[in-house]
């Protein structure tokens, strides 16, 4: 069976760091002292005029030198709005559709100067948009057997005026990205699963936490079951940055030791949209922990609602 790799894990965040206590006077709907409880210090905005396609070459800037073979770009927005750069006034003053089809991943690619690269576009997975686009690439590289390296990529920023926080949760804008190739580097993916259940498309922040644990419980052993595994072979979890409390129940649920779920960059990132996984693993390799052959289990949950998994195995790169 043919084996697909993700490495080359990068992110940017948006360029205004503000304190739970500075954001909770006006941009989020709980109080400081309950987001400080939840896990969260700080959390990132873009700036005035920082779009989303700006947060996005920051993101690949450290990376760029392992683009130059690139086939294809899959673009992984969670907020509809942000799949384009377009500008509504313009259309409003012409009423050509034109403007609002300025799409960021063309840009990139242009950015890039990759004019082989294809372009696709994800934007129905909210939260867990990134882990979809990684699936995403390995169906690709199976189908397309020239195709050896594929970026993929989530940049979200938040409106203006929006509150940051959904689902008891302080939000950061950013972009996070990485590369999903033929390479047996960084890591091996074992496995990826989704489960949605649309008929709860618009659920409230109360019905969200509500069936949180039910359907993460069954996407984790559901993914496991696909690798032939059980939470027993794992060594470590790398989830998206919500409230620290919902791990400490589903580690019990799960059978799984508390200190495996790693969420160290949580406080300072906060809940960066799709990208959660992606930085959390960049933070957990940097620091040397993880060792050739660990297996860990990306997980997350978004709005649809949608729940997606990718099992990595670490490469042994010696």
């Known amino acids: 069976m043919t084996e697909f790799y993700v490495d080359n894990l990068s992110y940017a965040l948006g360029s205004i760091k503000r304190t739970v206590d500075e954001s909770a006077k006006s941009d989020t709907f709980s109080s400081a002292k309950l987001l400080r409880d939840s896990g969260f210090e700080t959390h990132h905005l873009a700036a005035e005029g920082e779009s989303v396609l700006d947060l996005a070459v920051k993101a690949v800037g450290p990376i760029r030198g392992a683009l130059?073979?690139?086939?294809?770009?899959?673009w992984a927005s969670c907020i509809p709005e942000n799949a384009t750069v377009g500008d509504r006034v313009q259309f409003e003053r012409s009423r050509d559709v034109k403007p609002l089809m300025d799409f960021p991943a063309s840009r990139l690619q242009s950015h890039l100067d990759a004019p082989q690269a294809i372009v696709l576009g994800l934007v129905q997975q909210a939260c867990t948009s990134m882990l979809g686009s990684v699936r995403v690439a390995c169906g690709l590289l199976t189908t397309e057997g020239d195709f050896e390296n594929i970026l993929c990529l989530t940049s979200d920023c938040f409106p203006p005026g929006a509150k940051y926080e959904q689902a008891y949760s302080l939000i950061s804008d950013?972009?996070?990205?990485?590369?999903?190739?033929?390479?047996?580097?960084?890591?091996?993916?074992?496995?990826?699963?989704?489960?949605?259940?649309?008929?709860?498309?618009?659920?409230?922040?109360?019905?969200t936490a509500a069936v949180y644990f039910t359907y993460m419980h069954r996407m984790v052993n559901e993914t496991l079951a696909k690798a032939k595994m059980t939470a027993e072979d794992l060594d470590w979890i790398i989830p998206q940055n919500i409230n620290k409390k919902a791990w400490q129940i589903l580690s019990r649920l799960l059978k799984i030791d508390l200190k495996q779920v790693f969420i160290e960059p949580m406080p300072e990132v906060a809940h960066c949209i799709s990208g959660d996984n992606i930085i959390n693993l960049k933070h957990l390799d940097e620091s040397g922990r993880v060792e050739p052959g660990q297996r860990l289990l990306c997980l997350m949950a978004g709005y649809g609602l949608n729940w997606q998994a990718l099992l990595l195995e670490k490469v042994d790169s010696t």
């Open 68 to 74: 130059t073979e690139l086939h294809a770009i899959i």
């Open 174 to 207: 950013g972009a996070a990205c990485c590369v999903v190739s033929r390479k047996p580097e960084g890591y091996r993916i074992l496995a990826c699963h989704q489960i949605t259940n649309g008929a709860a498309v618009q659920a409230s922040d109360e019905e």
